[in-house]
């Protein structure tokens, strides 16, 4: 975090450094004081950890092996590790956090599967790019690629259609590929599409999906969802050796139990989206600044002149400047409210006005 550069913020303001900034919502808070009542079996053994993969079986609408682990970076790794072996390779784009954001861990826990990486506009990969990847070599000395991971909403803030995951399962099936998908915010990006969760998950031909609690308004632990449910033997074993087993898993658990079953998740998450639709509105009448990706979910992605990055920082306004492609990503939260955003823009404002004359 130390890139974020910050002077004196008045303290506790929300901010659109990320939308792990915020706290833990009301329901997530409200299942984790009922779970705090009394003694639970540990390790996942207990009732609310039970009835959060039901939950989770309800809401994909299938048969599905699910498994909880403390942070993102495990969830993705340890996905990636189960469906390769160490002499694969892992497409993903270029912008992916499994490539940026993990330390090496896909590599790590796979023992040295490598992650090959495609270009593609506003984020996301294109059956083009992966065609070519894996045409490019097919000899034994190339890492064979194996599986295909996707993030779903992307780092640059732009969500894949059904139509397009369909065409990227479809050259997953054309070479044998397995797919993978990176879904932090899986929850923005159902509520941009307003589809159903199965649709853009095993029905578009997805093996397993990372699905973030935690920018959805949880404290802490994702979930690992097997859709492909033979790729979940031992699954367990891997958890526990990489240190992801939680002895006390229904603080794990339960909050997703206050998530799921007033559809917390869902409401968090289009509430984020509007926010950020309400900035970008707001950024549009300025002058001097660039919209840089198109805003289909909860960031805001805008070029800004040096000067005024500066001045918004001094003011106390936190946000990165170095996520995706170098602009200033603003990122909304489950409990942004749209006296943030007057304040921010207004702010903004006049530090582009400032620097104009
Ligand atoms: C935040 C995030 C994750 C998870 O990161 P952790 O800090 O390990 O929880 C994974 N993928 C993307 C795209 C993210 O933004």
Request: proline content about 4%; charged content about 20%; hydrophobic content about 40%.
């Amino acid at each position: 975090m130390s890139r974020v550069l910050t002077v004196q913020a008045p303290a506790g303001r929300r901010q659109f450094g990320s939308d792990n900034y915020a706290g833990i919502c009301p329901e997530a808070w409200s299942a984790l004081k009922k779970a705090n009542e009394g003694h639970a079996r540990g390790y996942g053994d207990d009732e609310w950890t039970a009835q959060a993969a039901d939950l989770l079986r309800e809401l994909f609408e299938t048969k599905c092996e699910v498994f909880f682990v403390f942070n993102g970076t495990a969830a993705n790794s340890l996905a990636l590790a189960s469906m390769c072996q160490s002499y694969h390779s892992i497409l993903c784009h270029e912008n992916a956090h499994v490539e940026n954001d993990e330390c090496g861990a896909p590599e790590f826990f796979s023992n040295g599967t490598k992650v090959l990486l495609l270009s593609g506009e506003n984020g996301k990969i294109t059956p083009g790019a992966i065609e070519r990847t894996v045409l490019k070599r097919t000899d034994i000395h190339y890492p064979k690629p194996r599986v295909v991971s996707v993030t779903q909403a992307t780092e640059l803030g732009t969500v894949y259609s059904v139509i397009e995951l369909k065409a990227i399962w479809g050259m997953c099936k054309r070479f044998g590929l397995r797919l993978h998908m990176d879904g932090a915010r899986f929850a923005n990006a159902v509520a941009s599409l307003g589809c159903a969760p199965r649709e853009i998950t095993w029905e578009a031909g997805l093996d397993v999906l990372s699905l973030g609690g935690t920018k959805n308004g949880t404290a802490v632990g994702d979930a690992v969802i097997f859709f492909n449910r033979e790729l979940a033997s031992e699954f367990d074993y891997r958890c526990k050796q990489a240190g992801q087993l939680a002895s006390k898993m229904r603080f794990l658990s339960a909050p997703w139990v206050g998530m799921l079953q007033d559809g917390a998740w869902l409401r968090h998450a289009r509430h984020a989206n509007a926010m950020a639709a309400y900035l970008e509105n707001a950024i549009r009448k300025l002058p001097e600044v660039r919209i840089m990706f198109p805003r289909q979910a909860n960031a805001v992605f805008v070029e800004l002149p040096p000067p005024v990055i500066h001045g918004l920082w001094d003011r106390g306004w936190m946000f990165y400047n170095f996520i995706g492609e170098g602009g200033c990503r603003l990122m909304c939260a489950w409990d942004t409210i749209e006296e943030d955003v007057d304040a921010f823009v207004g702010d903004l404002r006049s530090l582009v006005l400032q620097t104009k004359d």
